[in-house]
């Protein structure tokens, strides 16, 4: 069982800068595939950024060259740096481990750009 924990939310300027973590339990991470997903009110959930085990990355096209994921398998954890944001990043981000077939799930962390 994989359990993911979100962190690093919050409240930022347009312009500003948020970095996010996901703490990863469980077996396996180093292996998977991890990704960050965003969902705004009365949007679909969407693809932000993806990172294979072997370093492989994808970025949706409007985060393109202002967001970098990166992970640490030391640590379990996968990072989304998130340069010059703007309000239409405004969403609720969720950490997503693909694991054997398996899609796991953090609970989401808020992000909010605004003046």
């Known amino acids: 069982q994989v359990q993911l924990v979100e962190s690093g939310g919050g409240l930022v300027q347009p312009g500003g800068s948020l970095r996010l973590s996901c703490a990863a339990s469980?077996?396996?991470?180093?292996?998977?595939?991890v990704g960050w997903y965003r969902q705004a009110p009365v949007k679909q959930r969407e693809l932000v950024a993806d990172?294979?085990?072997?370093?492989?990355?994808n970025y949706a096209d409007s985060v393109k060259g202002r967001f970098t994921i990166s992970r640490d398998n030391a640590k379990n954890t996968v990072y989304l740096q998130m340069n010059i944001l703007k309000p239409e990043d405004t969403a609720v981000y969720y950490c997503?481990?693909?694991?054997?077939?398996?899609?796991?799930w953090g609970q989401g962390t808020q992000v909010t750009v605004s003046s």
């Open positions: 469980g077996s396996g991470f180093s292996r998977s595939v």
């Open positions: 997503n481990l693909k694991f054997r077939l398996l899609n796991y």
């Open positions: 990172l294979t085990s072997g370093g492989i990355t």
